[in-house]
């Protein structure tokens, strides 16, 4: 049960997509993009009002494809930042974000986790299955983008770092975005909503045992190797995590609602990072923040923005 959690919550995270009915150009393999020209798409198309967009385990069929394992196949190596329309198999409902990604504290780590290290970073807050509201059991998902730069219309050499967060795999009653910590790691919870939908999980889990290994932690290691030449001083945080900063707190019934900016306001979240674990706790280390200045919730948000995941690598240094 808890492997179907992994691949199904984790991998799917705001990448697993389905294809059907759509060209995807599969050589646009980079990210070639300014972070104005990705931001300036997802802010394109607003919605007039919030959709309830469902899973739905027919969704993974095709009369000519098997499109979960298309899906799991070209998140894992395509890193482009939009895609054509498709749509999210296990994270369709979501809010997006543009910000600044800034560290402030030393740390052992490289790339873009080095001490006075600031970036643009575009964001997607999101929930699994269908639920959307308080009251409902939602796994709250946050997927990052962070741009090499801070000019926005440049246009860098180098793929967009992704990174992927949950709070639990099952799912929690909690009431609002902000009052859970997301890691790279969650924690795994047996809920109802779970069960409901354990055929779903188990068409996805058997297209992913084979695509990636350990699908339980996303490594974070493209944020480690951003703006680094020499790969052997690299150095990757085992675990990230993030958390809001307190007193940021909307009362909203529905968590896109909750986590709106509204113009002139930010919305903070603090990084942590660790790699040890010390009398039975990960030894996290605050680095850092992330500080979010404009929200949208659009359809390029839901059904375009693409977040590639780094395929698991054993070698890494921590």
Known sequence: MKRILFVFIIVCLNGCTSTMNININKDNNLSQNSFEDVWNKVASDPYI??????????????????????????????????????????????????????IDTKSRYSGYFKNNTKALIIARASSAMSNTKRGEVRAFGFAGKIFPTLNPSEINNENTANFFLIDDLGGTLSKHFTDVALSNEPKVTITMEVLKNLLYGLKITSAFSNADENPGIRQVYEIS??????????????????????????????????????????????????????????DWQKIGTITLDTSIVSKSCDHQLHFHHPKWKSDLRH
């Open 49 to 102: 009002k919030l959709p309830q967009n469902k899973v739905s385990f027919w969704k993974l069929f095709s009369w000519d494809k098997n499109i979960i394992l298309e899906s799991s196949q070209r998140t894992l190596t395509n890193y482009a930042d939009i895609l054509e329309p498709f749509e999210k198999l296990a994270h369709p409902n979501g809010i997006c974000f543009k910000g600044l990604w800034e």
């Open 225 to 282: 190797h951003l703006g680094e030449r020499n790969n052997t001083k690299i150095i990757t945080p085992k675990w990230m995590k993030i958390e809001a900063k307190k007193g940021q707190t909307v009362d909203a019934e529905d968590f896109r609602d909750e986590l709106a900016i509204k113009e002139g306001k930010e919305l903070i979240f603090s990084i942590f990072v660790a790699s040890k674990i010390i009398d039975k706790k990960k």
